[in-house]
């Protein structure tokens, strides 16, 4: 017998008087067999519905021919078990404006209960940032990070535990117009420019003098604006 995901393989020795096989099984413990719906034609079986990932379960077979059926052959004792998922392909990113998208395979047949965990930095950086949340797909997007380089990889994880890591993909995230211009300095131009904000600009500094009367007067010089772009 071979344990296999969601099921398992059974063989056994046929004899040239048997003609088709009954293939019983129940819970490990219990005591009540059930047969599978149909009978076996040759001397193997690969069960899957109804067993159970992690549970042990009792099998043996019942030998048919015109004169009947044989006895029960001994039990053997086993149950599907579900083993490490393989390793990812390394993704493949694409660079966009705000975020960059990833997408990746897994070898093999399709495996529904399969999830994937992201894992990400800033280029050049040691430390490793997991995702929030597992991935149900083959793609996500990497956003809600300042534009730049970085790194991604993604490992698959099932019952049975978190698989192999995928090989590294290096993405740039595109900076937004929005972020652009929050960003970069401005250089302030003379008002007057064509398509310039001007700011009116403080009161020039005051210069006291001193009448002939010996009053105090304040004289300002010329205050222009700047524009700030």
């Not at 809600?144 to 490992?155: I, M």
Request: charged share 15%; with cysteine.
């Amino acid at each position: 017998m071979a344990s296999r995901d969601h099921g398992v393989e059974l063989q056994w020795t046929r004899n040239s008087t048997e003609d088709f096989y009954w293939v019983e099984f129940k819970s490990a413990g219990t005591g009540t067999w059930y047969r599978l719906n149909y009978p076996a034609v040759s001397n193997e079986a690969t069960i899957t519905y109804p067993l159970w990932n992690g549970y042990n379960y009792d099998f043996r077979i019942v030998a048919l021919n015109a004169a009947g059926e044989s006895q029960p052959s001994a039990a053997v004792t086993g149950g599907p078990r579900v083993s490490l998922p393989p390793q990812p392909s390394t993704p493949t990113g694409s660079s966009r404006i705000g975020y960059a998208h990833l997408s990746w395979v897994l070898p093999g047949p399709i495996n529904h209960h399969v999830f994937y965990w992201l894992y990400y930095r800033p280029y050049g950086s040691t430390s490793w940032t997991r995702a929030k949340y597992p991935i149900a797909n083959f793609s996500i997007d990497l956003k809600y990070l300042p534009p730049g380089r970085y790194q991604a990889k993604v490992s698959a994880v099932n019952m049975a535990g978190e698989g192999p890591h995928s090989g590294v993909e290096t993405v740039r995230i595109l900076p937004t117009t929005e972020w652009a211009l929050a960003s970069s300095p401005r250089t302030p131009r003379p008002a007057g420019t064509p398509g310039c904000r001007c700011i009116p600009a403080p009161p020039a500094p005051c210069t006291t003098a001193t009448t002939s009367t010996g009053a105090t007067t304040c004289a300002r010089g010329p205050s222009t604006g700047r524009c700030c772009g």
